[in-house]
């Protein structure tokens, strides 16, 4: 069986960052690495992740038989009907093991799939799934969360939800500029670096409050990934392409800023994945 299809499909390059998510969540609410719970949060979190990429795929398969004859469904590689049945049965394995094994808010977890759902099937149609994207995300953070509280009661855990909510809003919208043709509001560019930047106004506004200084070298460190999104967004055409390459592996940089007060070490670990998540989009793409 032929494999790389299937990790075009669920977009393998960016699973890490729904790794980084799940361990964000899961610490900003209090929990411990040594808990084997959080491993099973990790693994159904892995599947939630995967199964909703496949089933993008799944449901634009119409689309892109006519613009992306090159992805595993049109291009006859993985069947449609095969990447229903395996996104499917991802969402149910995966909320299996969050719930029963992980331990996580059955609540919250149906949400989260009730919102990968939500946007595979209608993101296309509808311009407002940019913030179904992002509750996808913020939805992640609470299901670990919610593991530890039995529900969310943690300032630092919904701080570093909405932030990652935020980020990916933001960051949905500069994706799909890559398909657009015709000039882009103002609105809509302020709009997005906005919301892009969110995270960093927010560690920024912890660091004020009396914060780890050292907090401050991830700050600068994710301002000048944002810049350097920004100059290749202003140039346009292909380049859009690899701003949204480093926004996307830029997520784990938006996670390390969110545990950078609980465990420093750890925000350090993800920060550093950012490079090798955009050198491994160049052997699969994360869009």
């Given amino acids: ?89 991802a969402l149910i394995l995966g909320s299996v093991l969050c719930v029963f094994l992980g331990g996580a808010s059955l609540g919250f977890t149906a949400l989260l799939v009730a919102a990968i759902l939500a946007y595979d099937l209608y993101h296309k149609p509808w311009a407002g799934a940019v913030f179904v994207m992002g509750a996808c995300r913020v939805l992640l953070y609470l299901v670990a969360g919610s593991a530890v509280w039995g529900g969310v009661t943690s300032e630092n855990l919904l701080l570093g939800a909405l932030s990652i909510g935020a980020y990916i809003v933001g960051l949905t919208m500069v994706a799909r500029l890559e398909s657009r043709r015709e000039p882009v509001g103002w609105f809509t560019i302020l709009g997005s670096r906005a919301l ?42 292909a380049e859009i392409g690899c701003a949204v390459g480093w926004l996307l592996a830029g997520i784990a940089l938006v996670d390390a800023l969110a545990v950078a007060q609980v465990s420093f070490p750890l925000a350090c670990a993800f920060a550093a994945a950012v490079p090798l998540l955009r050198l491994w989009q160049r052997k699969i793409a994360a869009t």
């Fill in 1 to 89: 069986m032929n494999l790389r299809p299937w990790l075009e499909l669920a977009r393998i390059s960016n699973l890490p960052t729904a790794w980084t998510n799940v361990l964000a969540g899961w610490l900003l609410a209090g929990g411990r690495m040594e808990d084997p719970r959080v491993l099973w949060l990790v693994v159904g979190g892995s599947l939630l992740y995967s199964g909703g990429m496949v089933l993008n795929d799944a449901a634009d398969a119409a689309f892109d038989r006519e613009h992306k004859k090159d992805r595993p469904i049109p291009s006859g590689r993985v069947t449609a009907r095969a990447a229903w049945t395996g996104g499917l049965a």
């Fill in 196 to 237: 892009l930047y969110t995270p960093g106004f927010v560690a920024a506004f912890g660091l004020l409050r009396g914060g780890a200084i050292e907090v401050a070298i991830l700050i600068f460190a994710f301002a000048l990934l944002i810049g350097l999104a920004s100059r290749l967004m202003r140039k346009g055409g």
